[in-house]
């Protein structure tokens, strides 16, 4: 048991360490990166942190990155907003199946099935985590659209154009939604029209408000009219939407819980009787594959039935 402590410990400290550095360092990297797109720079200070950059991992960059899974990969930590790179994003996710894995084989009696329930975890969890991030931001963006089109007609009205409306939003308002529109600005400020900008902002926040946004804007400028009007409209409209999605999200919070508690209860009780008892769950195989085959099976089909009724009550669309 000493042993098994001792080789916990190391592992918690070396995923903690490399977690801090990953951190620290990632996003000076990403920008940096960016700007040598832009800027070239033959001073010896640039060319040495060049040369001290991780080869390996900027190959992998490259190479992963033109793919299709890469790119999508890609997108979906920019909506998340961490700062990682693809090659960083599938390492974190290796040392977790590594760590993991090896935990619960030295905690479940080193069985290699263990292992393997271990991986299982390590591989998704980075992912459950991405998705809880990309879930947060897009609901904190969603509640502070408003705000943004309120300020931006503000504006309109005070003879500022669009894009120095944009300007004042990425000023003046808090995160996630300031930092979006100032790389819109960004974007627009190195020749990228105002349409391929806008619609690289719903690639990344994919939100049906902002979209709608985005389409009355680009039909004001085909066809013109009263931007500040329509946009104070449209503000209305959606604080309206957000307060009334605040109220069912409250009144609906307990179903959905309850949900997801119950759902998660089986395999929670599954994995603590495992490494407590395994022969225990191991019984279920003596009257046959066939047999176990169907017991999981209609478990599984219990369990996913009664998540999706659940959130098919709590979820009401406005």
Same mark, same amino acid.
């Not at 990969?73 to 996710?93: G, H, M, Q, T």
């Not at 994919?206 to 503000?235: A, C, K, M, W």
């Given at each position: 048991?000493?042993?098994?402590?001792?080789?916990?410990g190391v592992i918690?400290?070396?995923?903690?360490?490399?977690?801090?550095?990953?951190?620290?360092?990632?996003?000076?990297?990403?920008?940096?990166?960016?700007?040598?797109?832009?800027?070239?720079?033959?001073?010896?200070?640039?060319?040495?942190?060049? /040369?001290?950059?991780?080869?390996?991992?900027?190959?992998?960059?490259?190479?992963?990155?033109?793919?299709?899974?890469?790119?999508?990969?890609?997108?979906?930590?920019?909506?998340?907003?961490?700062?990682?790179?693809?090659?960083?994003?599938?390492a974190l996710i290796?040392?977790?199946?590594?760590?993991?894995?090896?935990?619960?084989?030295?905690?479940?009696?080193?069985?290699?099935?263990?292992?393997?329930?271990?991986?299982?975890?390590?591989?998704? #969890?980075?992912?459950?985590?991405?998705?809880?991030?990309?879930?947060?931001?897009?609901?904190?963006?969603?509640?502070?659209?408003?705000?943004?089109?309120? #300020?931006?007609?503000?504006?309109?009205?005070?003879?500022?154009?669009?894009?120095? &409306?944009?300007?004042?939003?990425?000023?003046?308002?808090?995160?996630?939604?300031?930092?979006?529109?100032?790389?819109? /600005?960004?974007?627009?400020?190195?020749?990228?029209?105002?349409?391929?900008?806008?619609?690289?902002?719903?690639?990344?926040?994919?939100?049906?408000?902002?979209?709608?946004?985005?389409?009355?804007?680009?039909?004001?400028?085909?066809?013109?009219?009263?931007?500040?009007?329509?946009?104070?409209?449209?503000?209305?409209?959606?604080?309206?939407?957000? *307060?009334?999605?605040?109220?069912?999200?409250?009144?609906?919070?307990?179903? *959905?819980?309850?949900? &997801?508690?119950?759902?998660?209860?089986?395999?929670?009780?599954?994995?603590?009787?495992?490494?407590?008892?395994?022969?225990?769950?191991?019984?279920?195989?003596?009257?046959?594959?066939?047999?176990?085959?169907?017991?999981?099976?209609?478990? #599984?089909?219990?369990?996913?039935?009664?998540?999706?009724?659940?959130?098919?009550?709590?979820?009401?669309?406005?």
């Amino acid at each position: 048991m000493g042993i098994v402590i001792v080789v916990v410990g190391v592992i918690l400290i070396v995923l903690l360490v490399i977690g801090i550095i990953v951190s620290t360092n990632s996003e000076n990297a990403m920008v940096e990166q960016r700007l040598d797109q832009y800027f070239e720079s033959d001073s010896q200070v640039d060319k040495d942190k060049q /040369v001290q950059r991780a080869v390996l991992t900027e190959w992998v960059s490259k190479r992963v990155e033109k793919t299709t899974f890469g790119d999508r990969v890609a997108r979906e930590l920019a909506r998340a907003d961490l700062k990682f790179k693809v090659s960083e994003y599938f390492a974190l996710i290796l040392i977790a199946i590594v760590g993991l894995g090896g935990i619960a084989w030295l905690v479940g009696n080193r069985n290699i099935i263990s292992f393997f329930i271990g991986a299982g975890i390590g591989m998704f #969890l980075p992912r459950f985590y991405v998705k809880q991030q990309q879930a947060a931001r897009l609901r904190k963006f969603n509640d502070q659209l408003s705000d943004m089109l309120n #300020l931006t007609v503000n504006g309109l009205r005070a003879g500022y154009s669009v894009m120095q &409306a944009m300007e004042s939003v990425g000023r003046e308002l808090p995160p996630p939604i300031c930092d979006e529109f100032r790389r819109v /600005v960004q974007e627009m400020q190195i020749g990228i029209t105002m349409e391929n900008a806008l619609e690289n902002l719903l690639r990344r926040i994919p939100s049906e408000d902002l979209d709608f946004v985005i389409t009355s804007i680009n039909v004001q400028r085909e066809v013109g009219g009263n931007l500040s009007e329509i946009l104070d409209t449209i503000s209305f409209t959606i604080r309206e939407r957000v *307060r009334i999605k605040g109220e069912i999200r409250v009144m609906t919070s307990q179903v *959905r819980a309850s949900g &997801a508690i119950l759902s998660m209860v089986p395999f929670f009780l599954t994995l603590v009787l495992w490494f407590i008892n395994p022969e225990y769950l191991l019984s279920v195989t003596q009257g046959g594959p066939l047999c176990a085959g169907i017991i999981i099976c209609v478990v #599984l089909g219990l369990i996913g039935s009664g998540y999706a009724v659940m959130m098919k009550i709590a979820d009401i669309e406005v």
